[in-house]
T-cell receptor, first 111, second 113 residues
Framework: GQQLNQSPQSMFIQEGEDVSMNCTSS?????WLWYKQEPGEGPVLLIALYKAGELTSNGRLTAQFGITRKDSFLNISASIPSDVGIYFCAGRPPNDYKLSFGAGTTVTVRA | DTAVSQTPKYLVTQMGNDKSIKCEQNLGHDTMYWYKQDSKKFLKIMFSYNNKELIINETVPNRFSPKSPDKAHLNLHINSLELGDSAVYFC????????????FGEGSRLTVL
């Protein structure tokens, strides 16, 4: 699959802070997605993006499909303790079934 | 009522043994997947079936053999287990092969001693 560069690798954040993470690819994608994985569970889809420039929200989460189709970011506003987990970006290139995942951003919230 | 369920959740076994992990989805999806998550949490696709037909077969040792008896089930059989096979294996399903909207199971943690 395609290589995705996700950053930061980890972050410690204060409760109430806004945080941002992003993902880049060397080639274009048709779909960008963001998943969250909590300990002992499988990843759960947060947001799916299908068009360049698309900005989509899900509660306190907002994600954007970059205009170049080679990047995406995820923002979490007013973080709370249950935001703890690993956030994965994922993307699907044109004419390819394979979904590639980033290496994940581990979020730890300080109360 | 669990959407994607896999068994067993934990599996501890000796090197050289053969083991299977089973997966079932009750979402009516056409496509199912096996992913491997290593100790660094990296998720790597192994196989995918669409309507019981193999559509993704990544470079994995041929000791790993998937089987899809019907659309709702995708099992993973591993022969001659090695230490490096220790990982968490996730089953997932999606409505079709062209969507990235996957529903994951809870994972099966395999430990090879």
């Amino acid at each position: 699959g395609q290589q995705l560069n996700q950053s930061p690798q980890s972050m410690f954040i204060q409760e109430g802070e806004d945080v941002s993470m992003n993902c880049t690819s060397s080639s274009i994608f048709n779909t960008w997605l963001w998943y969250k994985q909590e300990p002992g569970e499988g990843p759960v889809l947060l947001i799916a993006l299908y068009k360049a420039g698309e900005l989509t929200s899900n509660g306190r989460l907002t994600a954007q499909f970059g205009i170049t189709r080679k990047d995406s970011f995820l923002n979490i506003s007013a973080s709370i303790p249950s935001d703890v987990g690993i956030y994965f970006c994922a993307g699907r290139p044109p004419n390819d079934y394979k979904l590639s995942f980033g290496a994940g951003t581990t979020v730890t919230v300080r109360a | 009522d669990t959407a994607v369920s896999q068994t067993p959740k934990y599996l501890v076994t000796q090197m050289g043994n053969d083991k299977s992990i089973k997966c079932e989805q009750n979402l009516g999806h056409d496509t199912m997947y096996w992913y491997k998550q290593d100790s660094k949490k990296f998720l790597k696709i192994m196989f995918s079936y669409n309507n019981k037909e193999l559509i993704i077969n990544e470079t994995v040792p041929n000791r790993f053999s998937p089987k899809s008896p019907d659309k709702a089930h995708l099992n993973l059989h591993i022969n001659s287990l090695e230490l490096g096979d220790s990982a968490v294996y996730f089953c997932a399903s999606s409505q079709g092969a062209n969507t990235g909207e996957l529903f994951f199971g809870e994972g099966s943690r395999l430990t090879v001693l």
